[in-house]
C-alpha cells in the first residue's frame, strides 16, 4: 500500500504508541480521569461550590479557547484578566480576586514556568489555583506544582480519544465522575482507527473518519461529568510519553531554526527559546496580518498541512475583551511539528512554507505599500 502524506489535525491511533509499561512514574501519584478537561472543572466546581444558588468566581487568562471559556461560563462566573504568550509572564495587576475566588493559570504553549505563580500563590492564600497543564502534563512545572488542583486535557499532546486528569498537588480532596460511559471517545477511538488505515493506503474515505472525529466532539462536549473511557484509563501508562516529548522538542526546535534562518519579515515565531525540560506544544507562529495568516493556512491545507489556530477569538463570539489578545489571536498559527512527525516531515513543511513566501512575496510587498 502507498501511504498517504499528511499533516496535523487529529491523532490517529497505532500499536507504536506503546511500551511495555515505563509511563507509570510520569504520571501524578493520585488522580482522576474524566472524559475531557472541561469535565474536570465542572465536577470540582460541584465539590467546591457549598452554595448552588450563587456562582463561583472563576478567573481566565484573556489568551484562550474561546470554546472552552463559553462552556466554563455556563457554571462560572468568569472574570478575566491579561496573560498573553508573547509576554513572559500573566500581568498580575489585572487578576484582581475576593477571598474564595478560583483562578486558572495556564501553561501557554508549554513554555511557562511555574515559579511566578507560586510566588503569587504564597501572598494570596485565600484563592483557590488551579494549574491547566493542557500543553504539557508532564513539564517540570506541573510535576513540581504547589497549587490547589491541576488539570490537563490528554487529548491536546497525546494519542488517546479522550482524557481530562486532574490532580491535586497540596493532597486535597479530587472530584469523581458521576457516569462511566463515554460514548465520544467510542466514536473518536474508531476515528482514530480509521485515520491509520487511511494514513497507511487503505481504501477508506477521508469523510467516513472526519464525520467521526467531528460527531465525537460534539459527544464529548455534552459529557460534563464523565469518567474517561477505559481504553485511556489503560493505555496512558504505557505510552511512550517521554520518546514523545523528546520528538516533539526536536521537531520544534528544527522548525523553529528554520523559520529564523528565513528571517521573512511577515512572519516569526511566537517564542524560539524554552527552559531545559520544557516542551512546546507545537511551532506557533505569528503573521504580520491576518490576511497573510489565513492566505498561508489555505495555501498549507491544500498542501496536505492542517494547521490549526490558537486560538479564535473576536468579538462576535465569546472574548476575553482584551484587545493583545485579539489581535495576536487573529496572526497566531500552530504549525504542526509534534511527535507523529520525522525530521524529513519538518523539512517538507518548511519547503512548503519557503514556496509560499516565494509566491506571495510580490503581492505582499505591494499589499504593504
Ligand atoms: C488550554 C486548554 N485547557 C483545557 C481545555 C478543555 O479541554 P477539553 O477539550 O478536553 O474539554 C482546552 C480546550 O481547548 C484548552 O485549550
Known sequence: MVKRWEIGSEFD???DF???????????????LFSTGTATLFALEKLLNHKPERRLRLHLPSFLCMHFATKLKSIFEVHWYR????????????????PGDLVLAVNLFGIREGKVWQDWL????????????????FSPWAS????????????????????????SPQNLQLPKPF???????????????????????????????RQLELESDEELDRENNCASSSFTAHIISCLKIA????????NVRQFINFILTERHSILMPLFHSWNPGYVPLNSIIVCQSKDIRDSLRKYLISQNIFPAIHWQQNILETSSNDPLAIDLSNRILTI???????????????????EFLQTNDNTIASSLI
Not at 504564597?122 to 502534563?137: A, C, N
Not at 485515520?195 to 497507511?200: D, M, N, R, T
Open 179 to 209: 457516569s462511566s460511559k463515554s460514548f465520544g471517545a467510542e466514536k473518536r477511538l474508531t476515528a482514530m482507527l480509521l485515520k491509520q488505515a487511511y494514513l497507511s493506503g487503505a481504501n477508506i474515505s477521508k469523510d467516513v473518519y
Open 122 to 137: 504564597l501572598d494570596h492564600d485565600d484563592i483557590i489555583l488551579i494549574e491547566d497543564h493542557s500543553h504539557d502534563p
Open 336 to 354: 504542526p511539528t509534534d511527535q507523529r512527525y520525522s525530521l524529513d516531515d519538518i523539512a517538507r513543511i518548511a519547503t512548503t512554507i519557503t
Open 243 to 250: 520518546e514523545f516529548r523528546q520528538s516533539r522538542e526536536t
Open 144 to 167: 513540581q506544582s504547589t497549587a490547589h488542583y491541576a488539570i490537563a486535557s490528554l487529548r491536546k499532546t497525546l494519542p488517546v480519544p479522550d482524557g481530562g486528569m486532574i490532580w
Open 18 to 32: 506503546v511500551m511495555a509499561s515505563g509511563s507509570q512514574t510520569l504520571l501524578p501519584e493520585k488522580y482522576e
Open 83 to 98: 496573560d498573553l504568550p508573547n509576554q513572559e509572564s500573566p500581568d498580575f495587576n489585572s487578576l484582581n480576586t475576593l
Open 13 to 15: 491511533w497505532c500499536n
